[in-house]
């Protein structure tokens, strides 16, 4: 086992010269067969100029330039390679088993293949709305600087306007792409995880929630701290030292951050995929959970209140802050203290009748604000809430 870290540049060069001698190459024999078999490869990166230039990974058989190959996943639309180089060690014009080298061919794309699954979602929104069409022409020219391409449906959010949606393959992914768009636009925006948005109770006669089918990989001694994917599991050994676990979830439990979570618990080793499993019944406002749903449920209706709570601002009433569920009932609280003057400040020394007619008069006075009193709610209240 080598100790490598890329942030802190230790045993980068072990690393390498592992590759080198742990990793076998194709032998010779295995060579002739895949020569005389079509040829498949494996695309690792691409990116646009004059049609789409391709670092491909060699598999098995010969392409050389000008043959014809097509995708996997779209095998009625053809591509001719214009070019094709290799390193080994000389450049040479063709690619084979075992070969690493570039592909410049007529396909325009590299998107038509099928793209991983999304396990963390958040959303996108400008803080002006005048900015919605600069987002987006600006959002486009960041995606090709991700690895993965990100899915951005439209939405819109009471609170926050119109934005996007978009997927990625963990909060490290989300990081990088956020980090290059923002060097790419001189726009302000709101990235935050949007909430769902439910119709009203007395308009739904029922509540599903969606399902997904999730497989783990990981090694034995870490399977007893996957407790969000090892409840209800159905389990199987693939060798002495790796167990595969298949799973059913609902997808509120991976949209967030449970990839993360199991590669931190498994020390990276443990693999995660998963893909739809229909829908299921649920409680209306409640998230399905193996535990507690409702209890769930109202623990984050507490964290939400309270939250909300210290980013309002204090008003001369009191401000009471009320998270309902989807039936309409309210399951958390919190209050906004007004603020106070000090009305017997420099009349200690008169009738104490005269002292409680000045606070009854207080107590009135904020009664009728309170009736008729609008509260502002700041923007940037609603981004720390739906941040935390």
């Not at 043959?67 to 009625?76: G, T, V, Y």
């Not at 497989?215 to 407790?227: D, F, G, K, N, Y």
């Not at 400040?345 to 606070?359: E, N, P």
Request: glycine share 6%; aromatic share 6%.
């Amino acid at each position: 086992v080598i100790e490598v870290s890329a942030k802190k540049a230790i045993n980068i060069d072990q690393l390498l010269e592992a590759i080198v001698h742990r990793i076998p190459p194709p032998s010779t024999a295995d060579q002739a067969d895949h020569r005389s078999s079509s040829f498949k490869g494996l695309i690792v990166d691409s990116c646009p100029n004059k049609g789409a230039v391709c670092l491909v990974a060699a598999k098995s058989g010969l392409l050389k330039p000008g043959e014809e190959f097509r995708s996997l996943h779209q095998p009625k639309i053809a591509s001719h390679g214009r070019r094709v180089q290799a390193r080994a060690p000389q450049p040479i014009d063709s690619l084979s088993c075992g070969l690493v080298g570039y592909l410049i061919s007529s396909m325009r794309s590299t998107k038509r293949g099928s793209a991983c699954p999304a396990m963390v979602f958040c959303g996108l929104f400008p803080v002006s709305q005048e900015d919605i069409d600069s987002l987006e022409a600006s959002l486009s020219k960041a995606h090709p600087q991700t690895t993965h391409p990100c899915r951005w449906p439209r939405t819109r959010i009471a609170a926050l306007g119109r934005g996007w949606r978009l997927g990625f393959l963990g909060l490290l992914h989300m990081d990088v792409f956020r980090s290059a768009w923002r060097r790419s636009t001189t726009l302000t925006i709101v990235d935050v995880t949007s909430p769902s948005v439910m119709p009203p109770d007395s308009e739904v006669a029922e509540h599903f929630e969606p399902l997904c089918r999730a497989t783990v990989i990981t090694r034995r001694p870490s399977i007893w701290m996957l407790s969000a994917a090892a409840a209800s599991s159905a389990s199987s050994y693939i060798d002495s030292d790796r167990i595969l676990l298949e799973a059913r979830l609902p997808l509120s439990e991976i949209v967030i951050d449970l990839v993360d979570v199991l590669k931190t618990r498994s020390s990276g080793y443990a693999s995660f995929h998963y893909e739809e499993a229909g829908w299921q019944s649920c409680p209306a406002g409640e998230a399905a959970h193996a535990d507690d749903p409702a209890d769930r449920a109202r623990q984050r209706a507490v964290v939400m209140a309270t939250k909300l709570a210290e980013e309002l601002p204090r008003q001369q009433f009191l401000i009471k802050v009320q998270i309902k569920a989807g039936n309409n009932k309210v399951v958390a609280s919190s209050q906004i203290k007004p603020f106070r003057k000090r009305m017997l400040c420099r009349k200690f020394g008169t009738d104490r009748t005269r002292r409680q007619k000045l606070l009854a008069a207080q107590r009135e006075g904020k009664r009728r604000l309170r009736m008729v009193g609008n509260v502002e709610i700041p923007r940037d209240a609603f981004i720390k809430v739906l941040k935390s």
